[in-house]
């Protein structure tokens, strides 16, 4: 066994692993980038690109399929699924090739491959080749999905989202457990692609949302075009050659059976902690096995240790696994001194259509007696209209008292663009009337936006405790 001395040793050449190597060489230490696995990142391989590629070519499937209610007459849609899926990964595989060249680009000396665990604070062991001793270490090591009983069991026909961009072609049929950003994203794609899809959730849980308006609107929108199954409970599941069979009690207490060529099991992902042997080098966790660690500044516990992306359990989405490699890598360089960072607002975007976002403080989180609610329908918006995606629900809250913009639940087309004007705005801490100052083109879906925080400045104006004046006079519709 050969020993290597690092300034830091980082596990997991993921996005949060990779951003925090990038800190530790700009800061003049010395890095040590360890992966067990391919090289490429989740979200490039297995995650956010391949994800969206599929949703893409769903996408078309749909508009095409809806063609008629424009006037426009295309004949039978077919979908080719083999064709579909090789777009997937063609495209996934010069997403994830930009990265593989990048990571193994690297020198030599800061690459090691093999999987880390920890034997003390600062001193790893890698498969049974390399012993590491290290000033500091960043726990970057990602999460993974979830395979909840009785499909846990199952030797055959049960996937993860993974191994669904790697199919050759679709099943007729596919039963999706869970009903959270990625069984929606997934389960709605594949449904748009022609395969029986049917959603289950034990809980009464669709999405992301916890606002009850946009909880109502979603829940109809995606109903009326989805199987869902929520506050179902699978009784049994069994697998043979054909497919699995799956006997449920629904919602409605109901006894059902169906069968399904496969099964997603999309119940959420964990952090990728077992293996690391975390309580050798003392580092603390909590009654369920979560780290205890800073989001402000990654440290896990007091130890020289910092926990980013995925692994920490905190927000699973690429663009904070950046920020906080970022963090943990810059905060591994200078231990024990350990600086505070300020983190961005929140912002979550699901590719359903119509798509889900979250900005800032959601609904759950709310102060209710010291927020004001305004809102708007898509049911009416002029460009949602002219689309024919006139469906979903904005909520924005400000705080009563200053009218500063708080956050926002949205559920609608193309909501995407408007949530992130929402997290800049959130961020900027904006009042309502600063929001409603900025411009607005006219005819677009933004003008919807607008008429919440219009309908927000009604309400906040109620209180008497801000000026909101001369809102509605603004110009457009
Ligand atoms: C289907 C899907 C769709 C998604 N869509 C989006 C989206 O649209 N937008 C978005 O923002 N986010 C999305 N995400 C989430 C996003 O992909 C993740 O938040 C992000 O990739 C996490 O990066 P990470 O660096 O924490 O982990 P990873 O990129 O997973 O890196 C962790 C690395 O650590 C390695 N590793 C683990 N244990 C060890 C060990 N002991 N020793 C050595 N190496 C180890 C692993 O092999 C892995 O390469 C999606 C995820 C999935 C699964």
New binding site residues.
Partial sequence: MQTREVDVAI????????NARREVEKAGASPLL??????G???AR???M???LLIAAADVAHEVAGASRFGVEVGDVRVDGVAVLERVRRERDRFAGFVVDATEALPELQRLR????FTGPTTLE?DDHTRVKAKSVVV????K?LVPPPFDTLERHVMV??DVFELRDFPESLAVIGTG??GL??GQALARLGVRVTLFNPFDQLGPFSDPRVVEVSRAVLSSELDLQLESQVLDASADENGVAIRWCDGAGEIREARFDKVLAAAG?RP?LA??DAERAGLPLDERGRPLWDSATTQWGDAPVFI????NGHI??????AD??RIAGANAVTYPHVSAHVRREPL??A?TDPQMAIVGVPYRDLDLDAVEIGEVSFDDQGRARVMGRNQGAVRVYARRQCCTLLGAELFGPRVEHMAHLLAWAVQMKLTVQKALEMPFYHPVLEEGLRSALRDLAARLKVTGQCRCEDLSEAPGA
């Fill in positions: 596990i997991g050449a993921g996005t949060a692993g990779l360890i992966e067990s696995g391919p090289y990142t989740t979200c297995v995650g956010c391949p994800s969206k093999g999987h880390a665990r890698v970057a090591v990602g999460s999905p989202s993974d950003i990625i994203e997934l992902r990728d293996a690391l980013a992306g995925d692994a699973a989405l690429l663009h904070e696994a906080e490699g979550a975007v590719f």
